[in-house]
């Protein structure tokens, strides 16, 4: 006998429908626990309160442009997200979302303080700057009554998340090493993403990549051959595990190789977290992920799993910021 209390279902919107949140449509597709039934690009949403299709969602948006074409439940909008707050029913949104300006995520958090909407609001936010905006608006997030659960993709997310627990053997943290493969077919199928990473290659910044026209990114994935090597981000990882009370900051270290011409990972995503037991040992304690798992699934499993752990703080009333390193995702079944 399941020994889980039943809860009722958790109605879901997604914000953003590129990359990210199309693989989010077809996790969510098998879910019983969660209905998808909200979601948002730049031109327009889709919204229906039995369930969304991912099928016919993703089909509007490839062959049309956007979810706003989704016949009948799409609207055209040039102001998506606020619509989408004021018309739709949703329990929990996940923003998958680009960050771009590194001001974007922040400034929808306060669309939803302002709209008076509650519920959890979880992000796959990648920058330490882009966190510590948020951390800003931690007051006004828990007098809304919204529980935004920060960092919940891979990195930041799952290997933070590894990190924090495999911090438990030691009595003191040394290092913190994250290392990712990411292999995508082609770029275009993670505009978002691939546009952030270059703006962490030496000469490049965030305004410099966010104002790089398309011919210019293929030009410089032309001649890297598609590879994106990146060392020493900027990654929330590190300020995610300082709040947590595992390490200073100055001791995680994020760094990766993504290419963007083949969907096989150039190498396995792992983090190695070091440290000194209470017997005076130095050891390393490593975790990879599968070479199988995409960074679709890698961050979308998680997203979702760490919205199900917010709805539960939610509904005990603890609303306010959360970040993956602080709180244990749910199995979302
Ligand atoms: P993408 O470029 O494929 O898609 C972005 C989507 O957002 C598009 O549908 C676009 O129409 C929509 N959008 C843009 N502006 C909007 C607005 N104002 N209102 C409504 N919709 C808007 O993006 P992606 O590659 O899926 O990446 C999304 C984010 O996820 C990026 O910020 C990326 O850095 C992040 N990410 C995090 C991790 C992690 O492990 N933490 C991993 C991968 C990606």
């Known amino acids: 006998m399941s020994v889980e209390k039943k809860t009722s ?5 997604v914000l ?11 996790v969510l597709a098998p879910k019983s626990e969660l209905v998808w039934v909200a979601a948002a690009d730049q031109k327009g949403y889709a919204y229906c309160d039995a369930g969304l299709e991912a099928d016919a969602c993703i089909a509007a948006y490839q062959q049309k442009g956007s979810l706003g074409y989704l016949d009948p439940y799409g609207s055209l909008s040039s102001e998506s997200i606020k619509d989408l707050i004021a018309k739709a029913s949703v329990d929990g949104y996940f923003l998958a979302l680009p960050n771009l300006p590194n001001t974007f995520m922040a400034a929808v958090a306060r ?3 302002d709209s008076g909407w509650q ?3 979880v992000d796959a936010l990648k920058r ?3 966190v510590e905006q948020l951390l800003e608006l931690q007051e006004e997030l828990q007098q809304a009554g919204i529980t935004y659960m920060t960092g919940c993709g891979a990195t930041p997310g799952l290997l933070t998340a590894a990190a924090a627990i495999a911090a438990q053997s030691y009595a003191e943290i040394h290092s913190v090493k994250i290392t990712f493969g990411v292999g995508i077919a082609n770029w275009e199928a993670y505009r978002a993403t691939i546009r952030e990473d270059i703006a962490h290659l030496p000469g490049y910044n965030l305004e410099k990549a966010r104002a790089m026209s398309e011919s210019e990114i293929e030009a410089l994935l032309d001649r890297t051959n598609g590879i994106l090597s ?3 981000m900027e990654h929330a990882d590190d300020i995610m595990l300082e709040l947590a009370g595992i390490c200073p900051r100055d001791r995680v270290t994020v760094g990766g190789v993504v290419d963007t011409r083949n969907p096989k990972k150039p190498l396995s995503t792992n983090v190695k977290v ?18 199988e798992t995409s960074m679709a699934a890698n961050v979308c499993g998680p997203a979702f799993g760490y919205l199900k752990a917010g709805i539960k703080l939610h509904r ?16 979302v079944k």
């Not at 953003?16 to 077809?26: D, I, N, S, T, Y």
């Not at 070091?274 to 070479?291: A, M, V």
């Open 9 to 13: 279902k958790i109605s879901v919107g």
């Open 16 to 26: 953003g429908f590129g990359g990210l949140g199309q693989a989010a449509a077809r």
């Open 111 to 113: 669309q939803f303080i």
């Open 119 to 121: 519920g959890v609001l």
């Open 128 to 130: 330490t700057s882009a």
């Open 230 to 232: 990146l060392k020493n």
């Open 274 to 291: 070091t440290g000194r037991t209470f017997e005076g040992k130095i050891s390393t304690h490593t975790f990879t992920l599968g070479d």
């Open 316 to 331: 005990r009333g603890i609303y306010g910021l959360f970040t993956a390193a602080e709180v244990m995702p749910s199995f």
